[in-house]
């Protein structure tokens, strides 16, 4: 499938904007403008946030792992020194029993526990998500209020995508635990291998697609289904960028299995700011990719093929248009927007009411007696 037919795919539509003006070509560079004008105001979102919202995760995360090896390893019976196994005082264990009942811990308490924090956390960034696409749009965001008033409109949405992605990691993390509880007794196989690859790339391309379905929430008014078709196909057309942005986004929690020092830092950030930023960035990112991809296509929908220009002061926004459109004449989104404005144009001209029938001219007849 080629990339004008992923682009004639999407589905198109106004996006929830209030305020008006030329739409601005985002980018991390416009995202750490607004952090700059707005830093106050994140880190109040953030707290609200993870303190309502994020901080069992974050404690799974950052700081349960830690607890759970200092006490298995440490109080908890098993006192190791070094790799030679010989306990103190008295007790002679193998570091393969000592990692036989950490991983029992992590099956039986620690995913379950870990999942279930994953809901609260991805529902409660419907909030976050408004705020942000409020902060790059310009537009006036109250932080509290706005906040929950994202919650408001879209707990639905987030609601589903919360329980979808707790399922998933759900079986990902039981995967590959089993997988790293094989390679700590030395009996890690070519199947466990395959296995644990094939998990990290899962989670992998799920983070890539979330990138674009939770910004997606907090900009259209889409259907779910929709939502996460623009979302899949938008991945498949930006796949480099977006596996780049979530390689980013899941290193920065990769990071808790560094060390405690480094644990209790990334732990902090994340409780501080780290949740605003990696959202301002998914909203600005993406939004880049919503105004090169979606919004042409809907405006040419919408006009037949003529795009709204706005004027700007000492340019002249048709010259400019047309300059546009010439040089994006052969690439896949001129293609497809001029598609769509010809499917448009056709229906259009199909549902177009027809003309009154015309009347049939009457023969006239004289009624006047002949002589």
């Not at 259907?223 to 920065?252: E, M, Q, R, W």
Request: aromatic fraction near 16%; charged fraction near 15%; proline fraction near 3%.
């Amino acid at each position: 499938m080629s990339r004008v037919d992923l682009l004639l795919k999407l589905t198109v539509d106004r996006d929830r904007r209030t305020n008006t003006g030329e739409v601005e070509q985002h980018s991390v560079k416009h995202a750490f403008s607004v952090f700059s004008e707005n830093l106050s105001k994140m880190l109040l979102i953030n707290l609200v946030y993870a303190f309502i919202f994020a901080l069992p995760f974050i404690f799974c995360v950052f700081v349960w792992p830690m607890l759970a090896k200092n006490y298995f390893f440490g109080s908890g019976g098993y006192n190791f020194i070094g790799q030679v196994g010989i306990g103190y005082p008295g007790v002679v264990n193998t570091m393969a029993e000592g990692y036989a009942i950490l991983f029992k811990h992590y099956f039986n308490m620690y995913i379950p526990v870990l999942s279930a924090s994953i809901v609260p956390m991805v529902f409660g960034l419907s909030g976050v998500f408004h705020c942000m696409r409020g902060y790059m749009w310009g537009e006036n965001v109250r932080p509290v209020k706005s906040f929950f008033r994202g919650i408001k409109r879209l707990w639905k949405p987030f609601l589903i995508t919360a329980f979808a992605v707790a399922a998933i990691m759900c079986g990902v993390l039981y995967g590959c635990y089993w997988h790293i509880s094989l390679l700590k007794a030395g009996a890690a196989n070519a199947g466990s291998w395959i296995l644990f690859i094939f998990l990290i790339l899962l989670v992998w391309v799920m983070v890539a697609i979330l990138y674009f379905l939770l910004p997606i929430f907090a900009c259209y008014r889409f259907s779910y289904k929709d939502s996460l078709k623009n979302s899949a196909l938008l991945f498949l057309i930006l796949f480099p960028g977006a596996l780049f942005a979530s390689a980013f986004t899941i290193g920065v929690f990769m990071l808790s299995a560094a060390g405690s020092v480094l644990n209790f830092l990334i732990g902090i950030l994340m409780l501080g700011l780290g949740f605003t930023f990696l959202a301002g960035l998914w909203t600005s990112c993406a939004q880049k990719a919503f105004g090169n991809f979606i919004l042409p296509q809907f405006e040419s929908g919408q006009s037949g093929g003529k795009m709204k220009v706005d004027a700007r002061r000492g340019v002249n926004p048709y010259k400019e248009a047309k300059q546009k459109k010439k040089e994006q004449e052969k690439s896949a989104i001129g293609q497809a927007t001029k598609q769509r404005a010809e499917d448009a144009a056709a229906n259009a001209e199909e549902n177009a009411p027809t003309d009154k029938k015309k009347k049939k001219a009457t023969k006239h007849v004289s009624y006047k007696r002949k002589k």
